[in-house]
């Protein structure tokens, strides 16, 4: 199998692994149980805590609490802010191109209880403008949610440019949704008020994410019961899988400059491949992560090459894996000013450090060959 679909779910490292596995079997308590046992689990929970807040500076400054993943922990972060802060003003400010767990929390926010949600366009090259920003900002914003990376075509936000925006207005919070960006594109993190991520995005395990957030900031919590997570998170928590996450994520910032270096290497050999092929079109911006890439097929239909490639066991993906049961063309690429043909017909590459340079050659090849097998749409 050549496993090209890394920005929708990467392999948990051996690290991680190994340790999930040791603390799922040794120290399977619940940690908020009194007893020893339930004090050790605890133990690792807060050394997971303190290991992630440490790797991304945000010691001093931020806390964290543990989720299922970045669905929950933007949902936490965009309706427990909005309504605890609500008395505040009942604005807030997104972009068109977040991801739909950040989309759709807002259109909740919006449709049901009466927030105002202005979504700002991106540019040609699928970035917010900071004018734009500027604009849509006034006394009543009390939320701002921006991603770093976009998941659809690789994209990246001057974060730290767009929160000096955000904190000219002392009453709103800026959420960066990190999770395309974690372990691959770095940035100062404590530019965010509220910071979400996933954990199987960077050689974590699936099921585990993190709101990292200002001290001060407060919330009202969506899921009531056992005021685990210091009350805005009740239920017990996956200690196992925190903690590997943690391993993962100092991993991944310790080998990012590696890392990255790995895949310009496989994105420059993947673009000089498709740039060849007058058949493909390269729709991410010259200056996206170079662990994914959106290129659109100019005369096929996306789902048909992407079952083609699947039956030779090439993974790759068209929009993002989240939306894959949606039939729309990509909000995201309509929005850089690409036709409905282009937008619905894109397909993403994304990598891990493990991919090599063979694998690319061989994608380029096999999607060459079915592109003059498979008919025109
Ligand atoms: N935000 C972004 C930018 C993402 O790429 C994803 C995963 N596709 C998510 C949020 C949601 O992550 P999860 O499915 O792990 O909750």
Known sequence: MIYLDNAASSKPTRLALDSYAKLAELSFANASSPHKAGREANRYLEEARKRILKALRLEKTHSILFTSG???ANNLALKGVAFQYASRGKKIVSCLAEHSSVKNALKELQDQFGFEV???????????????????????????????????????NDVKTLASIVH???????????????????????????????????????????????????FLPL??????????????????GAYAMSLALEEA??????????????MS???????????????????????????SLLKHKASVI????????????????????????????????????RADNAIRVSFSPSNTVEEVETFLQTLSQILTEVKTR
Request: with cysteine; net charge negative; glycine share 8%.
């Open 306 to 341: 992407l079952e083609a490639l699947s039956e030779k066991e090439i993974y790759v993906s068209s929009h993002s894996a989240c939306d894959e049961k949606k039939v729309d063309p990509s909000e995201t690429l309509l929005c850089m000013g690409y036709d409905e043909g």
């Open 118 to 156: 202005v979504y700002l366009p991106v540019n040609s090259e699928g970035k917010v403008d900071i004018e734009e920003l500027k604009k849509a900002m006034d006394s009543q914003t009390i939320l701002v949610s921006l991603m770093a990376v976009n998941n659809e075509i690789g994209s990246i």
């Open 168 to 218: 000219q207005y002392p009453k709103a919070y800026f959420h960066v949704d990190a999770t395309q960006a974690i372990g691959k594109e770095a940035f100062e993190y404590s530019c965010a008020d509220l910071l979400t991520f996933s954990g199987h995005k960077f050689g974590g395990l699936k099921g585990n994410g993190a709101l990292c957030y200002k001290k001060t900031i407060k």
């Open 70 to 72: 970045a669905t929950e």
């Open 269 to 295: 050999a993947l673009e000089k491949g498709l740039k060849e092929n007058p058949l493909l079109a390269i729709n991410s911006p010259k200056d996206h992560t170079p662990f994914l890439v959106n290129f």
């Open 223 to 240: 899921a009531s019961g056992g005021d685990q997570e210091y009350g805005y998170r009740s239920g017990t928590v996956d200690m196992p």
């Open 253 to 266: 910032l310790k080998e990012l400059p590696a890392h990255k270096a790995k895949a310009k290497e496989l």
